[in-house]
């Protein structure tokens, strides 16, 4: 109740920053985490970048083994402070307060995303997907989400200056996911129902088991 509780007073208090409306599903967290896939005997190194109170980061702690590490990355101080106090005794956690764009990213396995990039200009997002994208490790994926309806409703409220800001990210946005997206997903169970993209980067190695973009979608409830 307390993470709850702090999310809400964040979203109340800086709503373009937090994005989300509620802390995610355990259907979301779900599809998020897809292609976080066992890999016994070998370490994988996995990314979350904008964790907020920690609702995916649980699903994600829990499939470790002790071999794994998880760097979470967290712009709000507040959300970061709790994520350090809940997991202080966990050794393959590395938990950074900042914005993405403001490290230095190792190479990853697997990268969840849960920033509003709805809420991004044109070049915030491009840099982000950027920084994301090419720290992928062969045969990485890039997993982040988006609520159903959310691009409708931004282009219809915004107004001036703000729609025409609006626009362009959602454009870069769009020509990210098509030049990279091999998987989506609707995920009903969740408030709002989300939208799950899964991508990775373009024109792998002939020899790579990467799995291709494609123009699926499918729902998950």
Do not use: W
Not at 18 to 37: C, D, F, N
């Amino acid at each position: 109740m307390a993470e709850v509780t702090l999310f809400l007073r964040e979203y109340a208090r800086a709503r373009r920053d937090v994005g989300a409306i509620t802390p995610s599903s355990a259907q979301l967290s779900r599809a998020l985490t897809r292609y976080l896939v066992p890999s016994p005997g070998h370490s994988r190194a996995v990314l979350e970048v904008g964790p907020g109170t920690g609702a995916v980061t649980r699903h994600i702690a829990g499939s470790l083994t002790p071999l794994d590490t998880l760097d979470l990355i967290e712009a709000n101080p507040r959300f970061a402070a709790l994520l350090r106090q809940t997991y202080a005794g966990d050794p393959r956690l590395r938990i950074r307060t900042g914005l993405v764009q403001e490290h230095d990213l190792g190479s990853y396995d697997t990268i969840v995303c849960g920033l509003p990039f709805a809420n991004f200009d044109a070049r915030t997002t491009e840099e982000i997907f950027d920084r994301l994208l090419g720290a992928l490790r062969p045969g990485g994926t890039l997993s982040f989400f988006g609520y159903v309806g959310g691009e409708t409703i931004r282009q219809t409220f915004a107004d001036g200056a703000d729609r025409k800001r609006t626009l362009a990210g959602l454009g870069v946005l769009r020509r990210i996911l098509r030049r990279h997206t091999f998987r989506t997903e609707t995920v009903l169970g969740n408030l709002p129902p989300a939208r799950v993209h899964h991508l990775v980067p373009v024109t792998p190695p002939a020899h790579s088991e990467r799995p291709q973009p494609c123009d699926c979608r499918e729902t998950s409830s």
